[in-house]
């Protein structure tokens, strides 16, 4: 844990050093020194951006809610039954490769430009990504496992906790973190439309107001925001698939 503690402040020292460098040679207002951006930051965190990083933050934590109890039971249903993949999966294949972002004007028009299209928008991201992964980890084990329990008269819970969920956890882990970069930028590109509130507006606002400072400090923020979801991922991880550890 401390080993991962260091390797992280010593990335973020190594960026720091190089975005002062990079602002030394331009000498660009676009540009500004990472150390004003930090006293920045630390003026108007609490009094301002503080607010849009929860809106942000609560955004997510819905989408990825409705994502994962959509989409982990579903892949599971998938995997075990191969019925059950037949009729899915052409729905899954079709609407998969759709550019999410192209669904933004449909989701406004149908659901508002308030929080719900918003949510709906992390949600079709990160949803077949998790049914997809989840499926393909169900499908990759053996049906000489399934044996033993079955012959032993285990309920379909039984085969549940004890070959389902540790065969598909660290694929679906994987799924949703690679799935929570691109719902991050999608989020900052929807905040624009009809939002008062989100890291999204923050910057764009900032960036219209030609407030460098904040508009970093904005960044800033919203890539601190991703290193935590990253790291929660990363420590759930390390605790639900304690076999995969080294």
């Not at 030394?24 to 006293?39: D, R, S």
């Not at 049914?131 to 329990?149: C, G, K, M, N």
């Not at 904040?214 to 790291?231: K, N, W």
Request: net charge positive; with cysteine; charged share 10%.
């Amino acid at each position: 844990m401390k080993r991962t503690v260091f390797v992280y402040l010593g990335a973020a020292a190594a960026l720091f050093v190089l975005w002062g460098i990079i602002s030394l040679l331009l000498e660009l207002p676009i540009v500004p020194k990472p150390w004003q951006v930090a006293l920045c930051l630390q003026q108007i965190f609490l009094s301002s951006i503080a607010v849009h990083m929860l809106y942000s933050l609560g955004r997510i934590a819905m989408g990825l809610f409705l994502a994962v109890g959509i989409g982990y039971p579903l892949g599971i249903f998938m995997g075990y039954a191969s019925a059950a993949d037949r009729i899915f999966a052409p729905f899954v294949y079709l609407l998969y490769p759709v550019p999410k972002i192209a669904l933004l004007p449909i989701l406004m028009l149908l659901a508002g430009v308030g929080e719900t299209s918003k949510i709906l928008m992390i949600f079709l991201i990160i949803v077949f990504q998790v049914i997809i992964a989840v499926r393909d980890a169900v499908r990759s084990i053996p049906h000489e496992t399934y044996f033993p329990l079955l012959s032993l008269g285990a309920s379909s819970f039984a085969v549940f906790r004890h070959v389902l969920w540790p065969a598909s956890l660290p694929k679906f882990l994987t799924a949703v973190r690679v799935a929570m970069a691109t719902a991050i930028s999608v989020l900052f590109f929807t905040e624009t439309f009809g939002s008062q509130y989100g890291l999204g507006f923050f910057i764009m606002d900032a960036w219209l107001r030609v407030n460098y400072l904040e508009m970093y400090a904005g960044i800033v923020v919203l890539s601190l925001l991703g290193l935590f979801l990253f790291s929660f991922l990363d420590f759930v991880e390390a605790q639900a698939c304690r076999w995969q550890q080294k």
